[in-house]
């Protein structure tokens, strides 16, 4: 079945940079879009960036555009979210996701912390 497991997250300073990870499985990670999202405390889940099946396409959201960065390595079945100029706004628990079968699928997250 399909699994997605992220890593990465952790306390940095704002200004700071974090890189996440995402390792899927369960699934052709090749054929499939897969995108990052985030709850921040007391909001709701919101989308942060996607990337195409073949990595030539991206989008991102307007909050993080310019300083986050989501990339692939379908060789790894690994998505990556590099994150730069981190602002305290920008912390949250990130999620790993994917849609297939009229289902989206979510990791179990990891907690990202931008506190001096």
């Known amino acids: 079945q399909v699994q997605l497991v992220e890593s990465g997250g952790g306390l940095v300073q704002p200004g700071g940079s974090l890189r996440l990870s995402c390792a899927a499985s369960g699934f052709t990670f090749s054929s499939f879009s897969m995108s990052w999202y985030r709850q921040a405390p007391g909001k709701e889940r919101e989308f942060v960036a996607r990337?195409?099946?073949?990595?030539?396409?991206?989008n991102y959201a307007d909050s993080v555009k310019g300083r986050f960065t989501i990339s692939r390595d379908n060789d790894k079945n690994t998505v990556y979210l590099q994150m730069v100029s981190l602002k305290p706004e920008d912390t949250a628990v990130y999620y790993c996701?994917?849609?297939?079968?009229?289902?989206?699928?979510w990791g179990q997250g990891t907690q990202v912390t931008v506190s001096s």
């Open positions: 996701s994917m849609f297939k079968s009229a289902r989206r699928y």
């Open positions: 990337i195409a099946s073949t990595g030539g396409s991206t």
